[in-house]
């Protein structure tokens, strides 16, 4: 399968394509703790056998239906406090590349999952290295669905074709979220962070709705309204008790 990215300045122009990995994410530490790295190298494979997920979950994407791939970017310009604008450049890059591709609108879950309708499309894990104290690389790990049929055990995961009713070239999806992701790192790297956290919020799933929510190990929910997001990227939410931030563990979405 060739891929390209005529439509983008640095993202992808070294591109890496690997039949089998463990995982890209894996892939790209290394190199990068093997000696200097192009910005936006991109290693892509067919197929990953230790694919990883946010919080410690697997990745699981059947071999050459989808897209699973991940982004070497110098962030050694974002303060780690800020961290999390990197996290919602990179997912609204997903969403503006994955999106129009469907009809019906898709949307950001919190904190960066791609979301159709009720399903989940894609995800995105992030992984820095540091020096020092300091950023100096991100390693953006990028999984899409976009040929897959069936997700047995994943009774909230989707495709694009599941969605749109017909498959989709690879090629073509990854040269538009390579393109998505690209404009939005170059205005986090602008400077531009009140704009690109208020285009964030603007695509968050239940923004400003009041919506059920669970906490863990809980049976009952509890109706609450996402009013932002921390520094931290913590999810702000207005309850019946006032307003709470809640980590990725601590709190969940009831569909
Ligand atoms: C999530 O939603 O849990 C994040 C999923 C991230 C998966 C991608 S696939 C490419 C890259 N390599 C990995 O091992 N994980 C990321």
Not at 53 to 60: L, M, R, T
Not at 190 to 211: C, I, N
């Amino acid at each position: 399968m060739q891929f390209s990215t005529n439509n983008t300045l640095f993202i992808g122009k070294n591109l890496i394509t690997l039949k089998q990995v463990d995982s890209t994410n894996n892939y790209a530490k290394l190199l990068t703790n093997s000696g200097p790295v192009p910005e936006g190298t991109v290693i892509l494979a067919e197929e990953q056998y230790g694919g990883r997920g946010q919080a410690g979950n697997s990745w699981q994407s059947d071999p050459a239906k989808n897209l699973t791939f991940s982004i070497i970017l110098a962030c050694d310009f974002l303060p780690p406090s800020d961290q999390f604008f990197l996290s919602m450049a990179v997912s609204l890059g997903m969403l503006e590349g994955a999106g129009p591709l469907l009809k019906d609108n898709c949307c950001i879950k919190w904190p960066n999952d791609i979301y159709s309708g009720r399903k989940k499309l894609g995800g995105l894990l992030i992984e820095n290295i540091l020096s020092g104290s300091r950023l100096k690389t991100s390693i953006a790990g990028i999984g899409i669905n976009v040929n897959q049929d069936h997700f047995p055990d994943l009774p909230r995961a989707t495709s694009l074709k599941k969605e749109a009713g017909r498959g989709f070239s690879l090629d073509r999806v990854f040269t538009a979220l390579c393109a998505g992701i690209e404009a939005r790192f170059l205005q986090l790297k602008g400077g531009a962070r009140g704009a690109l956290k208020e285009d964030y919020l603007r695509h968050l799933l239940g923004y400003r709705q009041r919506r059920q929510f669970r906490l863990p190990f809980s049976a009952s929910a509890f109706e609450g309204i996402i009013t932002g997001i921390t520094p931290e990227g913590r999810l702000l939410v207005e309850t019946a008790d006032g307003q709470k931030a809640f980590d990725k563990k601590e709190i969940s979405f009831v569909f």
